[in-house]
């Protein structure tokens, strides 16, 4: 049974959520060719943006540029578009940079693939691959890293407001994120690359005791 604590936990977080995200409509869509049999749909209105480092010998590598407005994830997802045998099974992101412009500090940092056809190297993200040149994923000022086949996050750490989280760049320990992608079904592989930071808990406490206190005011209205 839950009881009434649990309800008002639960209720707080709720109030949280519609405070943090935003109120704007959306932007529409974007898709553009990457390279390496692949193309990315985004949404507009975070300064998306990508360069393409290398492409070649089964993989590609990019680096991914956006700014995050709110706490609402950012989503790009990855369409296969060439033949099986023409398109990279392994995307490679050696560079990133994520602008916090949600006017709260962030404490950790997630990111996820939603989709069958693609995980997340969990040893060479982790570790590295002398064979093949890649690094272990660098996410500095994060101490601590977490990587699993559908997920990886960061924290252990501070991104203040108004700067900017550079994973994989010299400054954050260099390092590459490694997907690999199936390329084995009769379809195209499709799948999305999602990615949304957290906000520290002195903050997400008193946006909970502010969306306590504004329902209780509106109960004690009606």
Known sequence: MINRRSKLLVTAFCGVALLLSTASARAGLITQPLAGGWEVTYEDGNNTDFQVDLDGNGFIVIQIFKDFLSFDPIDITFTQTGSDAATD????????????????????????????????????????????????????????LMVMETEVWADGGVVFNNSSFQPGTPIAGGGDMVINADLS??????????????????????????????????????
């Open 89 to 144: 099974a392994q995307i490679v992101i050696n560079d990133e940079s994520a602008t916090n412009q949600t006017g709260i500090d962030w404490t950790d940092y997630h990111w996820a693939i939603l989709g069958d056809d693609a995980e997340f190297d969990v040893n060479l993200t982790e570790n590295g691959g002398p064979q093949n040149g890649f690094q272990p994923w660098g996410v500095l000022p994060f101490t601590n």
């Open 185 to 222: 079904g009769g379809d195209p592989a499709e799948f999305t690359f999602r990615q949304f930071p957290t906000p520290e808990p002195g903050t997400l406490v008193l946006l909970a005791s502010g969306a306590i206190g504004l329902m209780h005011y509106r109960r004690r209205r009606v």
